[in-house]
C-alpha cells in the first residue's frame, strides 16, 4: 500500500535528518496530507507499544490521540494537534525505534490485511468507528496506571489497529481493534480489584496490629 511506503520513508528521513539536527514531532507531522488521521494515529500511537509507562507522557498522548478520535468522529477534515506536542524533540535513538517499529509493523500487515467488509471502514461511518476506538483507547491510555506493566501497549494496540482499519480498508481489523479494547477493560479492572484488595486489606492489618506495638 502506498501509505506504507510513505510511512517507512518519512522515518527514513526523520532519522537521516536527527543525525545532524533536532528534529521536532511537529515538523514530521507537518509533511502528512491532511487527509491521513488514520496514519497520525498511527505514529502517535507507536511509542505507547513498549510495555511500561511513560509517566505523564502517558496521559499526554492519551489526551491527544482520544482528541483526535474525537475529531475523526465529527468528520473534521484536518487533524489538530495541541502546540505542545508539534514542539517534543525525539532524540535519534526514538526515531531509529521508530523505524524499526514501523518497519516490522509493515511487514505485518502485508501479511494480515487485505480490503474486506468495507462498509466498517469507508466513509463517514468509517471515521466515526475508527474514530470512537481510537478516542477510547486514548482515555484508556490516559489513566494514570504506574504501577502495572502493558498498561500502555494495550490501549496502543487498540487505537493502532482502528487506525489500520481506516488505512488498509479492512473491517476485521475493526474488531481485533475491538478485542482490544475489551482486553485492556477487563485488565484495568483486574489490576484496579487486585490494588484496592491489596490496599484493604494493609489497612485491616495496620489496623489489627498497630495498638499491640504501642
Known amino acids: 500500500m502506498q501509505h506504507r511506503d510513505a510511512l517507512i520513508g518519512l522515518l527514513t528521513e526523520c532519522v537521516e535528518r536527527a543525525e545532524h539536527e533536532p528534529l521536532s514531532l511537529g515538523a514530521v507531522l507537518d509533511r502528512l496530507e491532511q487527509s491521513s488521521f488514520g496514519l497520525v494515529a498511527l505514529i502517535l500511537c507507536l511509542p505507547f507499544m513498549q510495555p511500561f509507562t511513560l509517566g505523564p507522557l502517558s496521559s499526554l498522548g492519551g489526551l491527544v490521540l482520544a482528541s483526535l478520535g474525537w475529531q475523526m468522529m465529527r468528520g473534521q477534515e484536518k487533524p489538530w494537534l495541541p502546540q505542545r506536542i508539534y514542539q517534543i524533540q525525539p532524540g535519534l535513538k526514538t526515531w531509529k525505534t521508530l523505524l524499526g517499529v514501523s518497519k516490522w509493523l509493515v511487514k505485518l500487515l502485508s501479511k494480515i490485511t487485505r480490503v474486506r467488509l468495507t462498509h466498517w471502514t469507508d466513509g463517514r461511518r468509517g471515521m ?67 490494588f484496592f484488595m491489596f490496599g484493604s486489606g494493609a489497612v485491616d492489618w495496620i489496623q489489627t496490629n498497630l495498638p499491640q506495638w504501642g
Open 128 to 194: 466515526r468507528i475508527s474514530g470512537a476506538l481510537i478516542a477510547l483507547g486514548g482515555v484508556l491510555l490516559a489513566i494514570p496506571m504506574p504501577f502495572a506493566p502493558f498498561n500502555n501497549t494495550l490501549p496502543a494496540l487498540a487505537m493502532l489497529f482502528g487506525a489500520i482499519a481506516i488505512l488498509e480498508r479492512d473491517g476485521l481489523m475493526i474488531l481485533v481493534s475491538i478485542f482490544w479494547q475489551i482486553a485492556t477493560v477487563i485488565y484495568f479492572t483486574l489490576i484496579f480489584t487486585l
